[in-house]
């Protein structure tokens, strides 16, 4: 049996207002929903603005400090423009932590350190690799 559609992942945050303001004001990811779930967890879900699955942040300081390890995990976007992107970010704080890398197929991307340690690859629209 297979599963359908993906629906959303959940990074767990110890500050959730930093975690919010980089993903919306950074990704420019919109907030869907916001609710406390049985246990007093603080679900926040984000989705961007072209759709698709969401994350979902989860606020749970009763699990203490999140550490989150180089290279666990990342999360994938596209843009248009990786080099204007590149500056938007920094701007507010958030530099390049890897990259930009052209690949021999001509696919731009870099990525950037969000809070908590979580990873994110920004990825040039229509450069595909083939």
């Given amino acids: 049996m297979n599963v359908g559609k993906w629906l959303h992942t959940r990074f767990r945050v110890h500050d959730l207002e930093k975690s919010l303001g980089f993903y919306r004001d950074i ?35 009763a699990a203490g400090p999140v550490n989150c390890p180089a290279d666990l995990v990342h999360l994938a976007f596209e843009v248009e423009n990786l080099d204007l992107f590149g500056e938007h970010a920094a701007g507010h704080g958030y530099p390049w932590s890897d990259g930009p890398t052209t690949t021999s197929t001509g696919l731009r991307f870099a990525f950037l350190d969000a809070p908590e340690g979580y990873e994110v690859e920004i990825v040039e629209k229509g450069k595909k690799a083939s």
């Fill in 27 to 61: 990704l420019g990811l919109k907030e869907v929903s916001r609710t406390t779930s049985p246990r007093g967890s603080t679900l926040v879900f984000l989705q961007p603005a072209a759709g698709g699955e969401m994350l979902e942040l989860c606020h749970y300081p």
